[in-house]
């Protein structure tokens, strides 16, 4: 019996390790690419980026870099930003926008190591997906005035 007491204390201490649940927006944390697939722009490249940092428990901060400079666009040499905070429901994020055509409802939610967002207006919707460029929450430049 002795010998078992050894064994059943490092069972113990093992089992007794905090669970990670994913819960938290951190683990979106990171710089996406549009990809290829959900750009919408007759075969021409849109770089266009987004960065998603958590604000807590239940926010998460999407900060869009769109370069204005690339084919799709073809303008100037510089990166178009803002920045929309988004709010935890369920397993989800997500936000409500007033827009002329009435509100819009922008959700994201993990898609393997990629982000899917859902653009919905009324019963119109499209997806799209942002493949992960990078765990570091990325800024580029020049900004455009």
């Not at 919408?40 to 870099?65: F, H, I, R, V």
């Not at 509100?103 to 899917?116: P, R």
């Amino acid at each position: 019996m002795k010998k078992m007491l050894p064994i059943f204390l490092i069972l113990f201490i093992v089992s007794c390790e905090d669970e990670k649940d994913g819960s938290s927006g951190g683990e979106l944390n990171g710089t996406y690419k549009l990809s290829k697939e959900s750009m919408e722009c007759d075969g021409d490249e849109d770089e266009w980026y987004m960065t998603l940092e958590s604000q807590g428990a239940d926010k998460l901060k999407l900060t869009n870099w769109d370069y204005m400079g690339d084919a799709c666009d073809n303008q100037s040499d510089c990166y178009e930003t803002d920045d929309m905070i988004f709010n935890k429901d369920g397993e989800k994020y997500s936000a409500t926008e007033e827009n002329p055509e009435g509100s819009s409802t922008l959700t994201i939610e993990k898609d393997g190591d990629d982000i899917k967002m859902t653009f919905s207006i009324g019963s119109v919707s499209e997806d799209q997906i942002w493949n992960k460029e990078s765990s570091d929450i990325k800024t580029y430049s020049p900004i455009c005035n």
